[in-house]
């Protein structure tokens, strides 16, 4: 069983940061790859940023220049900057995880339970 666990939305100003951390825990063999999506009211969810082995990294172009996403491999952990926030960028969002368990001889997708964001003054 794997857990990915959320901390750090909550309401903050145009203009402000928040930085959001995701935490996998459980029967973990490998992970392939962590990311951020996010869901707008009303819209399915979409790609922020996502961080694959080798460490490369992939951004929507409406956050380039302003989020960073970063892994620490050893702690299980992803973490998402936010600076510069938008109204726009208020949502609901979620943390995700390919990740091959030590049971299992082929990776899946795992979620967190979603955080929500909010941008406004």
């Known amino acids: 069983q794997v857990q990915l666990v959320e901390s750090g939305g909550g309401l903050v100003q145009p203009g402000g940061s928040l930085r959001l951390t995701c935490a996998a825990s459980?029967?973990?063999?490998?992970?392939?790859?962590m990311g951020w999506y996010r869901r707008f009211p009303g819209k399915q969810r979409e790609l922020v940023a996502a961080?694959?082995?080798?460490?490369?990294?992939h951004y929507v172009d409406s956050v380039k220049g302003r989020f960073t996403i970063s892994r620490d491999n050893a702690k299980n952990t992803v973490s998402l900057q936010m600076n510069s926030l938008k109204p726009e960028d208020t949502a609901v969002y979620y943390c995700?995880?390919?990740?091959?368990?030590?049971?299992?001889?082929?990776?899946?997708?795992?979620w967190g339970q979603g955080t929500q964001v909010t941008v406004s003054s």
């Open positions: 995700n995880a390919v990740i091959i368990t030590t049971d299992a001889t082929q990776s899946r997708s795992y």
């Open positions: 961080v694959i082995s080798g460490g490369r990294t």
């Open positions: 459980g029967s973990i063999f490998s992970i392939n790859a």
